[in-house]
C-alpha cells in the first residue's frame, strides 16, 4: 500500500514538475506542490483509517529521504496535510525519477536532439528541403521549450498507456522513416510500396502502418505550406514517393511506350483509354507521341473520362492528372512532354479555386513552363454561375489576395479578383456538358 503511494505521490509532483518554471527556466523560485484536499478522489479514499494511516507514512519517509517536504492545515497536524512540496535539488530529482522509473524529460530532450542531429547528418535529407527545415524547427523548438513536440513519440501519451512502447525507439524510426522519404523523393527513385518500405527498415511490412503513420501524416501535413486547402494524406505521402499501390496512370491518345527492352506497348490503339502502372513506367526506354499536336493535362477523374470520351480530337494527348503526383508520375509526365513534337500545346484544366491554381503553378515550375490554363478563367465561371460554391471562409479569402503577390499566379489574376469580389469558386465536375 505504501508503495503503491508513493508512485503516485512522485508521478503527480514530477508531472507538475515538468509543467512548470522550475523546469523550463531552470527557476531557483518556483514549487512544485501537491494540494490533497483539492483532490476529491484522494480525500474519498483517506477516509479509511489504514489507507490514511498508509498514506502519512508514505509521506513521513519520502520526507526522512528528503525528496518532499510537506505541512499541515493549522490547527489539523496529524490530521489533514496542507501542501506537499517537491524537493528540486539534483540528487533528489533524480532519486524521485528513479524511484519511479521514469526517464527525466530534460534526458528525454536531449535523447531526441541528438537523434535529430544524427538524422540531419545522415545524408539522406535534401539540403535546403522541406523535411531538413522542418527537423531544424523541432531541434530549435527542443532547445527553447525544452518540451517533446507533438509531432514525436513521449514516455507518457495522453491515452493514459504509459511505456507500451519505448517512445525513443519509435522516435528514431520515426526519423528513419522520414530520412527515407526525402531520399527517395530526392533521388527520384520512383514509387515504393508502404510495407515494403517497412519490411526493408524494420523487418516487419505493417509496423510503419500500425505505429508511424499516423505520426508522418501529421508531420507532413504541418510541412505542407498551403494550409487552406490541403491534399489528401495519401497524396501528401505520394509526392515522396511512397504508395499504398503501383499508381496506375492513365491517358487517351496517339502514345507508344517503348521498354528497354524493345517490347512495345501501343496506347494509341486503346480509344476510350488506356492504362499504365508505375512499375512498368520503371522499365521504358523513351516513349514517342505519334501525330500529337496537343497536350491536355486534367486534374479531375470524372472530368477525365467524360473528355476523354466525348470531346477528345484525335491530334490531342489526354493525360489524368489526379492532383499531387508523385516522383513516378513526375517522371512518366517528363517522358511524354520530352516526346512531344516540337511547338506541341501544353493545357491544364482544374478546379478554379486555391488547389486548381497550385497545381497548374507546380506543373509550370517542375515541368511544363509553356503549360496554359484551360477552362479556368472568368468567362467559365460566368458560363456555368449556376454550379458555382460560395467561399464562406474568410480565411480562404485572404489566401486568395496572397496569390495576388506572387509571380507564379499572375496568369489568374484576373480570375483571382473576380472569385475574391464575388466570393465564388467552381469545381471541374460542373463544368461537364450533357451527352
Request: proline share 4%; aromatic share 8%.
Amino acid at each position: 500500500m505504501t508503495a503503491g503511494y508513493e508512485q503516485r505521490i512522485l508521478n503527480v509532483l514530477l508531472d507538475k514538475y515538468e509543467r512548470s518554471k522550475a523546469y523550463t527556466e531552470n527557476s531557483e523560485n518556483a514549487r512544485v506542490l501537491l494540494k490533497p484536499l483539492s483532490s476529491e478522489r484522494l480525500m474519498e479514499e483517506l477516509e479509511d483509517p489504514e489507507q490514511k494511516a498508509s498514506f502519512l507514512e508514505t509521506l513521513d519517509q519520502l520526507s526522512r529521504d528528503g525528496l518532499i517536504r510537506y505541512s499541515w492545515v493549522r490547527h489539523e497536524t496529524g490530521n489533514l496535510i496542507d501542501s506537499i512540496h517537491l524537493a528540486l535539488d539534483p540528487g533528489s530529482l533524480e532519486e524521485s525519477y528513479r524511484r519511479t522509473g521514469r526517464t527525466a524529460k530534460a534526458d528525454r530532450v536531449r535523447e531526441l536532439m541528438r537523434d535529430i542531429d544524427d538524422a540531419l547528418t545522415s545524408g539522406s535529407l535534401e539540403h535546403g528541403g522541406q523535411m531538413e527545415s522542418f527537423l531544424l524547427g523541432q531541434k530549435k523548438r527542443l532547445q527553447e521549450k525544452k518540451d517533446i513536440p507533438r509531432f514525436f513519440f513521449d514516455t507518457d501519451e495522453k491515452n493514459g498507456e504509459r511505456n507500451k512502447e519505448d517512445a525513443a525507439v519509435l522516435n528514431r524510426n520515426l526519423l528513419r522513416v522520414l530520412c527515407a522519404m526525402d531520399e527517395n523523393r530526392m533521388r527520384r527513385s520512383g514509387d515504393c510500396m508502404e510495407r515494403v518500405l517497412s519490411a526493408g527498415l524494420f523487418g516487419d511490412s505493417k509496423y510503419f502502418e500500425h505505429r508511424l503513420k499516423s505520426r508522418v501524416f501529421s508531420i507532413l501535413r504541418a510541412m505542407a505550406p498551403d494550409r487552406e486547402d490541403l491534399p489528401s494524406d495519401d497524396e501528401l505521402l505520394g509526392e515522396y514517393g511512397i504508395v499504398r499501390w503501383p499508381e496506375i496512370f492513365e491517358l487517351t491518345g496517339d502514345l507508344t511506350a517503348v521498354r528497354k527492352d524493345g517490347g512495345r506497348i501501343a496506347c494509341g490503339s486503346e480509344p476510350s483509354g488506356a492504362y499504365i502502372n508505375s512499375l512498368t513506367v520503371r522499365e521504358l526506354d523513351h516513349v514517342t507521341c505519334g501525330d500529337v499536336r496537343r497536350i491536355l493535362f486534367i486534374e479531375n477523374k470524372a472530368n477525365y473520362v467524360w473528355y476523354s470520351l466525348y470531346q477528345r480530337k484525335p491530334e490531342e494527348l489526354v493525360l489524368y492528372h489526379g492532383g499531387c503526383y508523385s516522383p513516378s508520375k513526375k517522371i512518366w509526365f517528363q517522358m511524354i512532354l520530352d516526346a512531344a513534337p516540337q511547338g506541341t500545346e501544353v493545357l491544364h484544366w482544374s478546379d478554379i479555386d486555391i488547389g486548381g491554381f497550385r497545381i497548374f503553378a507546380r506543373l509550370r515550375r517542375e515541368l511544363a513552363p509553356q503549360a496554359q490554363p484551360w477552362r479556368m478563367d472568368v468567362e467559365t465561371l460566368r458560363q456555368f454561375d449556376a454550379g458555382t460554391m460560395p467561399i464562406t471562409d474568410q480565411r480562404y479569402l485572404n489566401a486568395l489576395k496572397k496569390l495576388l503577390d506572387d509571380p507564379a499566379y499572375e496568369i489568374f489574376d484576373e480570375v483571382i479578383r473576380y472569385m475574391i469580389r464575388h466570393r465564388v469558386r467552381l469545381e471541374q465536375e460542373q463544368c461537364i456538358l450533357p451527352q
